[in-house]
């Protein structure tokens, strides 16, 4: 189940993810940049199963906050489940998103993440650490996922 929310973040109902998707019902989610300890950024693709944007690259871990979960709560699970990093991300900022496929509210997250990094839940396929100058290339040249870039992209390529 997804908390239904208005663009002030306040719960205005309680739907199955399936409902909220088919009419883009505005919801709560999480992204989190993870960065080594050098300042590579981690990206990943996502699955083809995936409800929205099945394939596209992604420069977040993140994901839908589930009805009756906090964001801190959520994001702690996305980053287990989508690449098996346990921590504690830095909150950001929060933020909204619309566009024809979504409609959320977000909270924004940063950590820096040392060690083995593997899809767990089958959501991603694939991984891989660059720099923010080959995420420069790699953006401009693969499909990414619009909501992330928007909310987070200024924090990788400036202003």
Not at 66 to 71: K, L, N, P, V
Request: with cysteine; charged share 30%; proline share 4%.
């Amino acid at each position: 189940m997804v908390d239904v929310v208005d663009e002030n973040d306040v719960v205005v109902g309680r739907v199955p993810r399936s409902v909220m998707r088919r009419e883009r019902l505005r919801h709560r989610a999480v992204f989190v940049l993870v960065r080594n300890p050098v300042g590579d950024v981690l990206v990943h693709r996502r699955s083809e199963l995936k409800d929205v944007w099945p394939g596209w690259w992604d420069i977040a871990i993140g994901g839908v906050v589930a009805s009756g979960e906090t964001y801190d709560e959520a994001v702690r699970r996305e980053l287990r489940e989508e690449a098996g990093i346990e921590g504690k991300p830095e909150f950001v900022r929060s933020g909204v998103y619309e566009d024809q496929e979504v409609s959320l509210v977000a909270r924004c997250y940063d950590i820096v993440h040392q060690g083995l990094v593997e899809p767990v839940d089958g959501e991603v396929v694939e991984f891989r650490w660059v720099t923010p100058g080959d995420l420069r290339v790699l953006v401009a040249t693969e499909r990414f996922l619009p909501d992330s870039l928007a909310l987070l992209g200024d924090r990788l390529f400036g202003a």
